[in-house]
């Protein structure tokens, strides 16, 4: 048995990419920097992890990361893309994560919340979600 789980920390490196398929599915992807640990006292690049939310998640993506978030993702490792540098003619690789949750950590100070326009229904059950828990 096997088991494909991850689970990274680091600063998101662009504005979310969203798309929106014909059949209402929801995809929002990020590259994020995870920071790797120094070697022998050197400062050693990040390794940078382009990371997929889907659906629900998708939307909270969207709603809440910006660049330079920090954030932490659990997910599963995707088979990365390889290619070879058109420039370099150098194989590289992109690593790939697909999200199950999100953990926003900290937002860059000058960041606002995106505004996602909501239906009047969604809007009102998100803003009585409170009158619904148990205690």
């Known amino acids: 048995m096997s088991i494909n789980t991850i689970t990274i920390t680091g600063h998101v490196g662009r504005d979310p990419e969203s798309r929106q398929f014909d059949n209402g599915t929801m995809v929002v992807s990020v590259p994020l920097a995870v920071r790797q640990q120094k070697r022998g006292g050197e ?3 990040p390794i940078w992890v382009e990371v997929a939310f889907w659906n629900k998640l998708a939307m909270t ?3 809440y990361i910006v660049k330079g978030s920090q ?3 659990t997910g599963r490792l995707e ?4 290619w070879i540098d058109k420039k370099t003619g150098e194989a590289r690789s992109k690593v790939k994560i697909t999200a199950s949750s999100l953990e926003l950590i900290k937002r860059p100070d000058d960041a606002a919340p995106a505004q996602r326009t909501q239906p009047a229904q969604a809007q009102a059950a998100a803003n009585n979600w409170a009158e619904e828990l148990p205690f």
């Open 43 to 45: 400062e050693r690049p």
């Open 61 to 63: 993506a969207g709603d």
């Open 79 to 82: 088979e990365p893309d390889v």
């Open 71 to 73: 954030s932490g993702v």
